[in-house]
């Protein structure tokens, strides 16, 4: 998997991995458009995940 996949609405999976997730916040998860690498990044950071544990993640919400 290349790039950032999100299932529906990213609002919605947002809100469901700062409920998995509880030390994310708003400015972790906040996607900008051609940004998603920089995402990806703070998650991993966040998380203490490799980006393709995060890319997973991100893909099962």
Known sequence: MNKLEVK???NE???KLK???ANLTDDDLLLVK???E????RLQKKLG?????VQKI???I
């Open 58 to 60: 991100i893909a099962e």
């Open 49 to 53: 995940k490799t980006k393709e544990e």
């Open 34 to 36: 051609g940004k998603e």
């Open 19 to 21: 409920q998995q997730y």
């Open 13 to 15: 999976s947002a809100g």
């Open 38 to 41: 920089e995402l990806l990044g």
């Open 8 to 10: 529906g609405n990213w």
